[in-house]
Structures are given as C-alpha cells and as structure tokens.
C-alpha cells in the first residue's frame, strides 16, 4: 500500500489528564491511502486512514514530548476525553484509544441529505465509525459496531460515570 499523500492530516486535538495526573495531548490525524491501483490514477480506491498520538506536557522545558500510555486507555469524542486505568476496569485494553465519529459537519450533512450525500469520493469509513486503536499497533483493531448495525445521527458519544 503506497500513501496517497505523504503526510497526515491532524483532524482534532484532545486534552486529558493522565491516570497520575500529567496533562496529555491526543492528536487524531488522517492519511489518504491507495488501497487498489486502477488503470489510471483517477480509478485508484483511495482509502482514509486515522492514526492517533499521544503526548504528555514537559512542564519544566515546556514542551509536548511522546508518551507511552503504559496501562492506561483513553476514551475521546465529541463529548470530550478521559484516561482510565486499564487495571482497575475488566474489558479495557491498556495502550488503546477508543473513540466515536466526532465529524459533527458532516454527520449532519449525512443525516440531512440521506443516502444522496457524497462527500468526496473517498472511503471515509473508518473516519466516521466508533473503533479502538492500539497505539504499539498504530491502526484501528476494532470497529464497533460493524457496519450497518446503528443509524449514524445523532453521532455516538460516551457516557462517562461519576465514579472515575
């Protein structure tokens, strides 16, 4: 599979605090991929890809630097962001991101315009579906739920307990 564009494009920025209480970044980017060669350029399935980043503040230099979540998971979406310990909750993996279809613009185009709304000619499918990405894997493992199981608007968001 060969990049469509070379660089990713960051799509959103998420603020967290870490299960000890360090500030973190969640940088959420996309990349268009060729997925199948056509005869000619313009017949190429072009695919968008989201690929995740997290980074924690460096208070004392004062700047963002690479981190490694260790056992903790993060949950991010249009409604915001919590860290969780993966320990201490059954069914959460550590160094996952879990997250929902936060493309707000274009899921209400979806829903205003039906099944006539195109919004570019590229499979955006995983830009738009609730998933987990692992971040040692730098891909989505899962997609939840599988296509066609849940009406797209209002679009998901996570409902987070008093109690973490």
Known sequence: MAAYHEKKHLRRKYLAASTDGLLMAVLKHTEEVVEEHGQYSYMNKVVTRVHFEVQVLDQANGRWEAADMGAAALFVGVNGTV????????????????????????????????????????????????????????????????????????????FTPSFL
């Open 83 to 158: 860290c969780v310990s993966a320990r201490e909750h059954r069914g959460i993996a550590a160094g996952c991101i879990y997250f929902t279809d936060d493309e707000v613009g274009d899921a209400c185009l979806r829903h205003a315009h039906g099944a006539n709304y195109q919004g570019s000619d590229r499979d955006d499918t995983e830009l738009r579906v609730t998933g987990v990405y692992s971040l040692k894997l730098g891909k989505v493992i899962k997609r939840i739920p599988e296509k066609g199981e849940h009406p797209r608007w209002p679009p998901p968001a996570w």
